[in-house]
């Protein structure tokens, strides 16, 4: 398996941000999610005025990307701060981890979380969500 493009990700996800629709929370999320045959899916958290239809920039990424018939995904790289500014580090939310456990293998699944090119940290889908609830719990 090739070295995961960490830089290219996370400069991918930086350029999202300008797309963020936050009039809201004024916090800018960009992501991008890598897909296992190198495509690269991108996404910006959208806020609306009544708030519960908010997309964070993860989903907007996932659901890209399996709207256009991809399924297999490597890594996603999340960036976010207050106006765009990347003070910290910017986790999943429950929501996108539980997304992300539909359609990602948790001990492969690479989540990248980064303040710069210079400043990640990388962990796997499980380490976030140790006892994730997927399809397999279905079947008893
Ligand atoms: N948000 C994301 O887009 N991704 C995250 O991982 C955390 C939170 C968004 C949702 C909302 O638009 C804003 O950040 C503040 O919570």
Excluded: W
Excluded at 35 to 48: L, P, S
Excluded at 105 to 127: C, G, H, M, N, W
Aim: include cysteine; glycine fraction near 10%; charge should be negative.
């Amino acid at each position: 398996m090739d070295a995961l493009p960490v830089k290219m990700l996370i400069e991918t996800a930086v350029r999202q941000l300008e797309y963020a629709y936050t009039p809201y929370s004024h916090f800018q999320v960009g992501a991008a999610l890598l897909g296992e045959d190198g495509t690269v899916y991108t996404g910006c958290n959208i806020e609306n005025a009544a708030y519960g239809p908010s997309n964070c920039a993860e989903r907007t990424a996932i659901f890209k990307a399996v709207s256009e018939g991809a399924r297999d995904f490597r890594a996603i790289c999340i960036v976010g701060g207050p106006d765009g500014v990347l003070t910290g580090f910017t986790p999943p939310c429950g929501v996108c981890l539980q997304v992300m456990m539909e359609f990602c293998d948790p001990d492969a699944f690479q989540v990248v979380l980064a303040v710069s090119t210079e400043e990640y940290k990388i962990y796997r889908l499980r380490e976030l969500l140790p006892m994730g609830f997927g399809a397999g719990n279905l079947k008893g």
